[in-house]
């Protein structure tokens, strides 16, 4: 069979930037995986897929002309259905064969072979293989119908009758297969070998493009166009900083932003622009923000980190003379850096706490009442979280804080940009004389917004932070809001996160049940005590990013199944469960504590928590209990300062005696005396041996 490379384009008008590179991928993969499914390509085959604002393609090398012939066995019917008595073929038979396109010359080569309880008859066949126009008309109609398309347009045809519903109106479909054109059909166009190229810069309208192998060049050289998604972005990302660097200054790191942009040029001139000096006045995040949002500016920074009066554009063109596209960017952003400064000095007329009746009239949530509501339930938690970590004077400034820190969002900055919440709310505390310790607060109570954001910076903070995404969490699972697969409109998930992440690496001296627990009657009779899944839920979270951070499922499993409520302890446990692991005596010692477990859980001997010595009659059991109470001396006070490693270090000594207990002693004895006595010494050994974790999880 003869392979060449094959090229598909798809030549459409602008698509979403936001989602150009999702749909490049998908179109390219869904095509080639299914030339492969049909045996038109090997699975050595190189796939490139491609995205640029006006088209979706996928270059694929080895394609062959005609997939391999296939000898497949069809099954028929039952022997005693298709032969009559004679041995020849019944009509059911004749027309089985004829709707696998074969006749009754066929009979005698069929074989025989049992399927379930009867015999049956087979065909053995040769199945010619697909012809790539074939196959590729296929993979194409189901790349389309596959595409994650955001929204669908519908739009009329040239003929004036017909619609079609795709992303974009299409205009132009490539397939080339070598350098000979694939007469596929989609979307109300025919295949063919003419594509264009950028609409201004392009050498020439229209582009025939030679071959599969030429397109990428004659679209680079020609059209003027980089199609290559990768590659744009890579340009992009060396000229910003290129200029940069040029001007002793640093871009912004915004992946997203570059992404976008890159969706959205075909030609990539990365230009310097200026603003006046006069907006730097304006908090740089207000600035910052709005360039990047409305405007896809890049803006740049001092080696400070401090927001400049220049920002680098990236245009779709490349003059000779690029002074009036920096003009005109320049004049376009200008009024955008004035509505936030108009934003910003009407905002600082009113105080923040001149602001706070005003949240009395929005709406938090239907079944939890106002901002203002909500305020207070975080004010109360915030004041019993500081009072906890730090007496009266925290406990003040926590929820003095706390009060505050709604306020911005009636304010017209947070309107205008409500990313700014908790920010802005953090400098118009500044302004209104607020110590620098409450406006940290205000602005961080919302941290961290992400998984690798940074935590509050102070402990004022933490505990509004706290308090904030604890109130969120016991309300919204208190009224039955809870996150449903991959739904999680309140992002409940994320502040679950943020709680496991504030009292670990804060190491707060806070147990995870107890706060829930407070947090519950703020809320009157308004929610159902939601404690016991909120529990689990938070655990899972801990659970997830434990597992992100390198450990193995045994390690986590056997700490988090005693659901330790200090959370501040779980690194420590994990760590000293590693080293326990490590030892030679691990996995003896985790298999015996899973015998231990199922002996106990299956015992009625009583309630006894130790061993009773004088009923000790076998020399193994004495053993045991001596080895016991050895351990427990040098174990018990390093559990109660924390010294989990070495906890479990001490543990591992009792392996010989445990295996030689477990060797010579009959637990269910047939005195209930002695029976429920060693109960009570395995109960004992097994509570020494989880004060860190099941043990027993870690059996392989």
Avoid at 49 to 70: C, E, I, M, W, Y
Avoid at 287 to 315: C, E, H, W
Avoid at 358 to 371: D, S
Avoid at 671 to 689: G, S
Wanted: with cysteine; net charge neutral; charged share 25%.
């Amino acid at each position: 069979m003869t392979a060449s490379s094959l090229l598909v384009e798809l030549f459409v008008e602008e698509l979403p930037p936001k989602s150009l590179k999702k749909l490049g991928e998908a179109f390219g993969s869904v095509l080639a995986d299914h030339l492969g499914s049909v045996g038109l390509l090997p699975k050595d085959a190189t796939v490139t897929t491609f995205a640029s604002p006006r088209r979706l393609a996928v270059h694929v090398t080895q394609v062959a002309r005609k997939g391999a012939d296939k000898a497949v066995q069809v099954k028929l019917v039952p022997v005693a259905v298709g032969l009559d008595g004679n041995g020849q073929p019944t009509p059911v038979l004749l027309k089985k064969l004829t709707a696998v396109g074969a006749d009754a010359s066929v009979v005698p080569q069929l074989k025989r072979a049992v399927d379930g309880k009867a015999e049956t008859l087979f065909l053995d066949k040769v199945e010619p293989g697909v012809a790539l126009a074939d196959g590729l008309q296929k993979a194409l109609d189901e790349a389309l119908a596959k595409l994650p398309i955001p929204k669908v347009m519908t739009y009329q045809l040239a003929d004036g009758w017909s619609n079609v519903k795709f992303v974009r109106p299409a205009h132009r479909l490539v397939a080339l297969h070598g350098d000979t054109v694939v007469p596929v059909r989609g979307l109300g166009l025919v295949a063919g070998r003419t594509t264009h190229g950028h609409r201004f810069e392009a050498k020439q309208p229209q582009i025939e493009v030679r071959s599969a192998d030429s397109w990428v060049q004659q679209l680079e050289q020609d059209g003027a166009v980089v199609p290559s998604f990768a590659a744009r972005r890579a340009a992009i990302e060396r000229q910003l900083q290129a200029k940069a660097t040029g001007l002793g200054l640093v871009p912004i790191d915004d992946p997203a932003l570059l992404d976008e942009v890159t969706a959205l040029v075909e030609r990539p001139n990365v230009l310097v622009c200026s603003f006046e000096q006069e907006f730097l006045q304006v908090p740089q995040e207000c600035l910052i923000l709005t360039m990047k949002l409305n405007q896809k500016y890049f803006p740049l920074l001092d080696r400070a980190g401090r927001l400049t009066n220049r920002f680098l554009v990236v245009s779709n063109i490349a003059p000779a003379d690029a002074s009036a596209v920096v003009g005109g960017n320049e004049r376009v952003v200008r009024p955008r850096l004035a509505d936030a400064k108009f934003f910003f000095d009407q905002d600082r007329k009113k105080t923040l706490a001149s602001r706070l009746p005003g949240l009395a009239k929005v709406v938090y949530h239907g079944k939890l009442g106002t901002q203002g509501e909500r305020v207070e339930r975080v004010q109360a938690l915030a004041r019993a979280i500081g009072a906890a970590l730090g007496g009266e004077s925290l406990a003040r400034d926590a929820a003095h804080a706390a009060g505050l820190a709604k306020a911005d969002l009636l304010t017209d900055m947070v309107g205008e940009f409500p990313e700014l919440q908790g920010i802005m709310g953090g400098y118009y505390a500044q302004n209104d004389g607020e110590p620098a310790a409450i406006a940290e607060a205000i602005e961080d109570h919302y941290k961290p917004r992400f998984a690798a954001d940074t935590l509050p910076r102070n402990p004022v903070g933490t505990c509004v932070a706290l308090a904030d995404k604890l109130e969120t969490l016991v309300g919204l699972f208190g009224i039955g809001q809870l996150p449903t697969g991959d739904k999680d409109p309140f992002a409940l998930r994320r502040h679950a996160l943020g709680v496991v992440r504030m009292l670990v690496d804060k190491q707060l001296p806070l147990a995870l049940d107890q706060l829930i627990a407070a947090a519950v009657p703020v809320f009157g009779a308004l929610i159902q005590d939601p404690k016991a899944p909120l529990v689990e839920f938070v655990f899972d979270r801990l659970a997830s990013s434990l597992k992100d951070q390198g450990y193995t499922p045994q390690e986590i499993d056997a700490v988090l199944s005693l659901r330790p409520q200090q959370l501040r302890e779980v690194p420590q446990r994990l760590a000293a469960v590693r080293a326990f692991a490590a030892l030679p005596e691990a996995q003896a010692l985790a298999a015996a504590n899973k015998r231990i477990g199922n002996i106990l859980k299956k015992s009625d001997g009583g309630g006894a928590t130790a061993a009773r010595p004088d009923l000790l009659v076998e020399t193994q059991e004495r053993d045991l209990h001596a080895a016991l109470l050895h351990t427990e001396a040098i174990a018990k006070p390093k559990f109660a300062v924390g010294d989990w490693q070495g906890a479990l270090v001490a543990c591992a000594a009792l392996r010989t005696p445990v295996d030689a207990f477990f060797d010579k002693v009959m637990v269910n004895a047939e005195d209930p005396k002695l029976r429920d006595n060693r109960i009570a010494l395995l109960r004992q050994l097994h509570a020494l041996m989880n004060g860190v974790a099941d043990l027993a999880r870690l059996a392989t």
